[in-house]
């Protein structure tokens, strides 16, 4: 009983519980399981494992010391968290008061208060250990004789002076790089230097440059890479066929959408002589082209991943192998990592086989064109694409009724003119054709990470696994409340049962509620990453699953490519120790939450450039949040998202009430709540802190 009251509380950190509360959590019905409990119970605060107020219990979160290091998250309210290094420790909440000279990010000590209140430990930081940034990107400003800038980053909440010796030929109204902080009195501003000139804002070319800068993201090859890229050719030889599959007079084709340069994906599909379908899953063999800790592996491994930003690509590795060696470019002899997969008529799997393999794309494909073939059964390749599309719809049906999530998520969509401006923005619908894709590689990465896990003789060796978490109780308990205030039917097995998820994302399919109610779901899973322990997948119900099929832009992939080879067919080749593993997978997964950030906010910069010529128009949107200052409205055609301060509802008093997501007047009762849908009109556009402001339209 003890064991699972101290994982209870572990999971539950910050609540306090009576007894008959925690039976019933744990089903602890019988009056001895009851009695057991209660007992357990005092044994754990007797240890001082849990603190007791009355009749509940607590989980004691108090540490050893009063002093605690970790890493600063600022709210937008002006508070922040720290996030303890000790994962033993709750999050520390720091009053705005409190911040000292620590931006958000940082890695920080905090000494705790004596007294503490509420949910969380209090605290205060009294030292920055190490800046999460070296640098500050924003527009050089002047007001009398002070030089400053105002962070690009919102969430570097003050403006930075410039001493005006050091403005390195900056002229005002640059887009510029500051460096060399220092920051040691709260009360007053941090003093910066120009070391960079990006150049006038509003090209495209100074935005990528000013996002890199700002998410620390190697936008730059050095020359070492560049030269080491240059250096390799297309040169197959006789000795690179001689392991591999020859798929070149087979109808091989790549699907992409219309702007993509690197195809690293193609498929290819037969009918053999038992009337099943051997379809090809073909990846470019990059792993063939980069060698271990070369300069072009260790380069690779720093930037994690491609960086796909509005109008322009960061690309982990160099255009000469990425656009060009291997991508997967029509009519070309390419070099691939292949899974070949033996279907049933009714998507069963009968064999597989995992083989370097040798292709000749016999037609690059749009998105599109496939759709037309989908829909209209005319076209090159029909029959083939029709079979594709056919057991991609069976597989897919079958991984939904195994407890896969299909959450669609909308993605914004720009088109640019020359000078890399905004003209429209549109959202990216998902159809047959994506779908068909996306099943394909669904079922490569878990063939994979399945045959290394479930190897026919002895142990499992070490391997990445794209793994994803059990969803926190606490969180799904929250969004469950919220979509029921909505009206919508929700299971109470809906925390057990993947299944029953489903169904509620089934039920808000179409409707101009679905991106938050998807979003919101999403925010109540745990996050996706890589890691040497496998977990399994929750989202896809995967037992196994792993990133095998971009390694252009993955390093994920690169990495997993190599370990196959090397455990299939190659056991002399280097490997990697679980440490080691251990470490790059904690690195790839940080490059990808960067990288997703950044991607984030290139996009909501083009969103509000694009709006910055509407101030008047009126939209349909839906309230995104609620908080004490305001409401969080989304336009539901560009997805872009603004405020509406409670200061301009000047029709009523409007008060905040948390437990029912919304503001409520206090004279006319007249409420705002999460998910309601309102008309709004633009009234300012902030460009430079990328801030829209609305009124609701009556």
């Not at 509380?9 to 509360?21: D, I, L, Q, T, V």
């Not at 009724?401 to 959202?427: H, Q």
């Not at 994302?505 to 979003?519: A, S, Y």
């Not at 992939?557 to 190599?562: A, E, G, I, M």
């Amino acid at each position: 009983m003890k064991k699972e009251l101290k994982a209870f509380f572990k999971k539950n950190p910050g609540r306090s519980y009576k007894a008959k509360e925690i039976a019933r959590r744990l089903n602890a019905n019988s009056d001895h399981q009851y009695e057991a409990l209660k007992s357990a119970l005092n044994k754990l605060y007797d240890e001082k494992f849990l603190t007791r107020t009355g009749k509940r219990f607590k989980l004691n979160q108090m540490p050893s010391t009063n002093k605690i290091t970790g890493t600063l998250q600022l709210a937008e309210s002006g508070y922040g968290f720290v996030i303890p290094d000790n994962k033993k420790l709750g999050d520390i909440f720091i009053a705005a008061r409190n911040l000292g000279t620590a931006f958000d990010g940082d890695k920080v000590e905090v000494v705790l208060f004596a007294k503490q209140k509420g949910r969380n430990l209090e605290g205060q930081i009294v030292n920055v250990i190490a800046r999460k940034r070296k640098e500050y990107v924003g527009i050089l400003k002047k007001e009398k004789s002070l030089y400053y800038i105002t962070p690009d980053e919102p969430s570097i909440h003050r403006d930075i002076y410039i001493d005006s010796q050091k403005l390195n030929s900056a002229k005002v109204g640059d887009k510029v790089v500051v460096g060399n902080l220092v920051w040691e009195v709260p009360s007053q501003n941090p003093i910066g230097e120009i070391i960079e000139v990006l150049g006038k804002p509003g090209s495209l070319d100074t935005e990528v440059t000013s996002i890199a800068k700002e998410f620390g993201l190697r936008y730059r090859f050095p020359a070492n890479v560049a030269n080491e890229a240059e250096e390799i050719f297309l040169n197959i030889t006789d000795e690179d066929l001689k392991s591999r599959i020859d798929f070149r007079q087979k109808n091989v084709i790549t699907i992409d959408p219309e702007d993509a340069k690197d195809f690293d994906d193609a498929l290819s599909i037969e009918k053999n002589e038992k009337g099943n379908y051997v379809v090809g899953i073909h990846i470019a063999d990059v792993s063939h082209y980069v060698e271990y800790d070369s300069y072009l592996d260790q380069e690779a491994q720093q930037r994690g991943n491609s960086v796909y930003l509005v109008g322009r690509v960061i690309p982990m590795l160099p255009e000469n192998l990425s656009n060009n060696i291997c991508s997967l470019i029509p009519n070309e002899d390419r070099l691939t990592y292949s899974v070949i997969v033996e279907l049933s008529a009714r998507g069963r799997i009968v064999d597989y086989q995992i083989r370097k393999t040798i292709i000749n794309s016999k037609r690059r494909f749009n998105y599109d064109e496939v759709q037309k073939i989908i829909e209209t059964g005319e076209g090159e390749f029909a029959e083939d694409i029709l079979q594709l599309d056919k057991l991609a719809k069976l597989l897919r049906r079958k991984r939904m009724k195994e407890g896969s999530f299909d959450f669609n998520t909308l993605e914004v969509k720009f088109k640019l003119d020359e000078y890399g401006r905004p003209l429209e923005a549109y959202i990216k619908a998902m159809k047959d054709s994506n779908m068909l894709v996306e099943e394909f590689m669904l079922l490569a990465n878990k063939i994979v990470a399945q045959h290394i896990a479930l190897p026919k003789r002895g142990e499992a060796k070490p391997f990445v696994y794209r793994v994803h978490d059990l969803p926190d109780q606490e969180k799904l308990l929250e969004f469950m409340r919220f979509v029921k205030s909505l009206g919508y039917q929700v299971s109470p097995n809906l925390i057990k049962k993947s299944s029953e998820f489903q169904k509620l994302l089934d039920q808000v399919k179409g409707k101009e509620e679905e991106p938050l109610i998807n979003e919101l779901a999403i925010r109540s899973m745990a996050k996706a990453f890589y890691s040497p322990h496998n977990i399994g997948h929750y989202g896809l119900g995967f037992k196994y699953y792993t990133h095998f099929t971009s390694p252009i832009r993955r390093y994920s992939d690169l990495l997993v490519h190599r370990l196959l080879f090397k455990y299939i067919e190659n056991p002399k080749l280097q490997g990697y120790t679980l440490d080691e593993l251990e470490e790059i997978c904690e690195h790839i997964s940080a490059c990808e939450r960067t990288a997703m950030e950044a991607e984030r906010y290139s996009v909501k910069l083009k969103q509000v450039e694009l709006l910055s010529n509407r101030v008047g128009d009126e939209f349909h949107a839906i309230i995104s949040g609620v908080v004490h200052f305001g409401i969080f409205v989304k336009i539901t055609d560009i997805l872009a998202e603004g405020l509406i301060r409670l200061r301009d509802l000047d029709d009523d008093f409007y008060i905040y009430d948390e437990r029912k997501y919304a503001i409520i007047g206090k004279r006319t009762k007249k409420m705002y709540r999460l998910g309601d849908k309102v008309s709004v009109k633009l009234v300012r556009v902030n460009e430079e802190r990328l801030e829209l402001d609305f009124l609701i339209v009556e």
